[in-house]
């Protein structure tokens, strides 16, 4: 079993970074595929960002392409999502998944394991 939990969430104004983290626990996630999800209010939840399980691999929304950066760090168990230029669309839940396939997909029944999500608050 493999618990997730996020962090890093807050208010920022349009224009500014943040950056997320998910951290693993319960057992090794370096296997897995990791992604980050959000949801805005009265939206469907969405795909942001994926890494695969060697970090040899990326793949970003388009709404995050050029605005976004996933990393790992297998030995720390921790995945982090750096966003800059942030826009009030973005406003949302962010929640980190990790699936066993080890393969990123953006849909978001492939993956295995959700933390409770952080809260992204982007202001004009």
């Known amino acids: 079993q493999v618990q997730l939990v996020e962090s890093g969430g807050g208010l920022v104004q349009a224009g500014g970074s943040l950056r997320l983290s998910c951290a693993a626990s319960?057992?090794?996630?370096?296997?897995?595929?990791v992604a980050w999800f959000r949801r805005a209010p009265g939206k469907e939840r969405e795909f942001v960002a994926g890494?695969?399980?060697?970090?040899?691999?990326?793949y970003y929304a388009d709404s995050m392409k050029g605005r976004s950066t996933i990393s790992r760090d297998n030995a720390k168990n921790t995945v982090n999502l750096q966003m800059n230029n942030l826009k009030p669309e973005d406003t949302a839940v962010y929640y980190c998944?990790?699936?066993?396939?080890?393969?990123?997909?953006?849909?978001?029944?492939?993956?295995?394991?959700w933390g409770q999500g952080t809260q992204v608050t982007v202001s004009s």
């Open positions: 998944a990790a699936a066993k396939s080890g393969t990123v997909l953006g849909y978001d029944f492939v993956y295995d394991y």
């Open positions: 319960g057992r090794t996630f370096s296997g897995f595929a």
């Open positions: 890494i695969s399980w060697s970090g040899g691999w990326t």
